[in-house]
């Protein structure tokens, strides 16, 4: 009897050393596959929004885990992220053509390239409320806008009016900077600039009813990609499987979010929670038909678009020379190219 029992404590002791061994040697292996991750970090061109679902959703689904990534989101100061990606601070950034375009046709251009377009078309324009009666840029006139100050916004505004036949002189241009859109056309201006992807739905939930005048309707060479997804040129050259890796995950996520947008939006609240959920949900329907739209596959962006607005801000003295539109982007590290 004394034996059976000795026997058995032995057994035990074997059992518990033998449990002790697995879970440190998992534990060893966790530390090695979190060690063998490869870190890189996203910097955002503004506060966390549902222009970003994808990026969070591949996180929290653990996406690019499984391409042996490890991705840090970051915030970056005003000004967006191309100085930032150009300078090697990041691997990838959220920027837009328009950026993109001025980067790379500056006295000392900035060595970016888009890699994905995150919205196949523009979803921005100018809005205003319905009893101001703007439903057209003619309507400008005799109006006051409230925006950034930047010389592009004048030109934007002056190139609407001209082509529906009205005199950009009768409207008034006025700095408010970033006062929230609602309270901008309440109390200081008649109309603005915001996007349709945003404020436009947050106008519908709000039961604040607007006029939009979309861009592209008046001028298709404003039909530009905003946001779109930026690397730096000496990244491209480097490291190509690490974009097609990064890209291959970040596509699943956008997908998810355009099949399931009410679940991808969870996963952006969750990361992002002082975001009005309201606005956010309603967003993310919008987005979801956005996101991939008419395009053959998620990302993809065409030369026309990149010359035509190039050209566009050419002509009206924007930018000092044309931008070499075939170098300004790429889309063969996309999933939709077989990668």
């Known amino acids: 009897m004394r034996v059976y029992y000795k026997l058995k404590k032995i057994n035990s002791i074997f059992l518990f050393l033998t449990c002790m061994l697995c879970i440190l040697f998992n534990c060893s292996l966790f530390s090695l596959s979190q060690e063998s991750l490869r870190e890189v970090t996203v910097l955002l061109e503004w506060v966390p929004n549902t ?6 959703v591949a996180l929290e689904k653990g996406f690019y885990r499984e391409e042996g990534l490890k991705v840090n989101v970051v915030q970056p100061e005003e000004g967006g992220a191309a100085p930032f990606i150009a300078a090697g601070q990041g691997e990838f950034g959220f920027s837009h053509q328009e950026q993109v375009t001025f980067a790379r046709t500056a006295d000392e251009p900035l060595p970016v390239v888009a890699v994905a377009a995150i919205l196949q078309h523009n979803t921005s324009g100018f809005a205003s409320p319905v009893e101001k009666r703007i439903k057209h840029p003619r309507d400008f006139e005799g109006k006051k806008y409230g925006g950034w100050g930047s010389p592009i916004e004048e030109a934007t505004i002056k190139a609407l009016m001209e082509r529906d036949g009205a005199d950009f002189s009768k409207t008034e241009i006025i700095t408010i900077g970033a006062i929230d859109f609602f309270a901008a056309v309440q109390k200081y201006v008649d109309y603005t600039w915001i996007y349709y992807g945003w404020d436009g739905v947050a106008s519908e939930v709000n039961d604040f009813p607007i006029n939009f005048i979309f861009l592209q309707d008046y001028a298709p060479e404003l039909d530009l990609y905003t946001p779109v997804i930026i690397v730096s040129e000496q990244l491209r050259v480097s490291e190509p499987e690490l974009i097609r ?82 170098a300004a982007f790429d889309n063969s590290f996309l999933p939709g190219k077989g990668n």
Do not use: C
Request: glycine share 4%; no cysteine; hydrophobic share 40%.
């Open 51 to 56: 222009n970003h679902t994808g990026i969070y």
């Open 245 to 326: 890796k990064f890209l291959r995950a970040t596509e699943k996520g956008y997908q998810f979010s355009i099949e399931n947008p009410e679940l991808a939006v969870q996963d952006l609240l969750k990361n992002a929670p002082e975001i009005n959920r309201e606005i956010a949900i309603a967003s993310q329907e919008y987005l979801a038909q956005e996101y991939q739209a008419d395009a053959p596959y998620w990302g993809v962006m065409e030369v026309e678009r990149w010359e035509n607005y190039a050209r566009w801000l050419y002509q009206r003295g924007l930018i000092d020379r044309m931008l070499d539109a075939e």
